[in-house]
């Protein structure tokens, strides 16, 4: 056997042995998922088994660094991770926004006391963060923000607020852009981290035509923010006034995770699922399904040509949107199917059947996929500008 065969083997053997059956269930509400934090409960023996289990392991971040948490996986080996996960169905050990976006910045423009300090616990499910970037205002013309921190001694007293702040209500600390530079646009902007429970930080949940409020509004009052957590960890990550630098890295990492919910990398087919879920489709509608089916492995081959891309220093830096585009509508589509495969039935909001109208609420939450993370307008602009090399207007 090859080592990759080998690795493989192992890693069948090990998820077979460490995976309990509960975690290979689908998701079925907002409790199934593991976010972790400081104030974090396990729904069940299940679930605190498999995290702790990957955790040991260093699979809550397979491919980072084990001096960071994690289990230092080449990609070969991580990509063989992932496909015997997704095998067996089993559930992501622990969701966070340290992991998908704060994570690979750090790694990136971190200080080495910043990676051992920060990155260990969120590879240990210790600290779960929320994203302050968006402003009222400033959406998509995010540099245009007016968050300011003014400089203090030997901290910056930071006042205004953000807006669509994801789990802000949960969260322990914050990843946030701030002026810092009121006559600089671009150089004048620094990425802070700091606590959620400092004075002066409130949130307000944001209600959504799903029913959930999973977004907040965010603001910040004379909020003391240290320059300096101890000796080599800065507050800042990066330079001061070059946050803009690490934000549009972060966010070509946002829309990769964002991209994901596309889910071209699923083992059986929407149409496979739905005739278990209903039974006999309409023909007309099963040719839909079989388009989608098509369109979702051909995102998946653009994934992998992406990522083989990236290991040999040939990848765009626009394709993150790319796959942000494709993913989101993708996953827009697929919504839209299942909720025409499931009829009237589909449409009901209060019963257990539905688990609360869940087809109906998860259908009606795709609708911001296309805006969030930068809306799909402004991805097809910048793939027209960047990939494409087209005309400006």
């Keep these: 056997m090859s080592d990759l065969e080998t690795f ?33 409960v396990f729904k069940s023996d299940a679930q605190k088994a498999w995290f702790d289990a990957c955790v040991a392991k260093g699979y809550t971040v397979p491919a980072w660094p084990k001096e960071y948490g994690g289990a230092g996986l080449a990609p070969a080996e991580a990509k063989v991770l992932r496909e015997e996960m997704t095998r067996i169905n089993a559930r992501s050990p622990l969701s966070s926004f340290g992991i998908w976006m704060l994570g690979p910045a750090l790694l990136h423009f971190g200080t080495e006391q910043q990676k051992l300090h920060y990155l260990n616990q969120i590879a240990r499910g210790e600290i779960r963060w929320c994203q302050g970037y968006s402003e009222p205002g400033s959406g998509s013309d995010l540099v245009s923000l007016q968050t300011f921190g003014e400089e203090q001694g030997d901290h910056w007293v930071v006042n205004g607020s953000k807006i669509w702040t994801s789990y802000a ?47 907040c509004e965010t603001f910040f009052d004379d909020v003391k923010v240290p320059k300096s957590y101890g000796e080599g960890i800065p507050a800042q990550v990066g330079e001061v006034n070059r946050g803009w630098d690490v934000a549009k890295y972060l966010l070509g990492h946002e829309r990769e995770m964002i991209s994901g919910a596309g889910g071209g990398d699923r083992t059986a087919t929407i149409g496979a699922v739905l005739k278990r879920l209903v039974g006999e489709i309409d023909p007309v509608l099963r040719a839909e399904l079989a388009m989608f089916d098509v369109d979702a492995l051909a995102y998946t081959a653009m994934g992998e040509k992406f990522l083989d891309e990236v290991k040999v220093g040939k990848a765009h830096p626009a394709q993150p949107n790319m796959m942000k585009y494709a993913g989101t509508e993708l996953n827009k589509r697929r919504h839209e199917l299942m909720m025409a495969a499931g009829g009237s039935r589909a449409l009901e909001w209060d019963s257990a059947e539905t688990r609360g109208g869940q087809p109906a609420r998860n259908w009606l939450r795709t609708k911001g996929n296309s805006i969030e993370g930068g809306t799909s307008e402004v991805m097809l602009n910048v793939i027209s500008k960047r990939i494409l090399d087209l005309p400006g207007a």
């Design 8 to 40: 493989r083997a192992e890693t069948r053997a090990w998820l077979e042995a460490n995976c309990p059956s509960e975690m290979r269930e689908p998701v079925r509400d907002e409790e199934d998922v593991y976010w972790g934090g400081r104030n974090a």
């Design 169 to 215: 209500d949960k969260a322990d600390w914050i990843f946030c852009l701030v002026r810092t530079d009121k006559a600089n646009k671009y150089q004048g902007i620094t990425f802070m981290l700091f606590d959620m429970a400092s004075p002066g930080v409130s949130t307000k949940p944001i209600l959504l035509i799903s029913g959930s409020s999973p977004f």
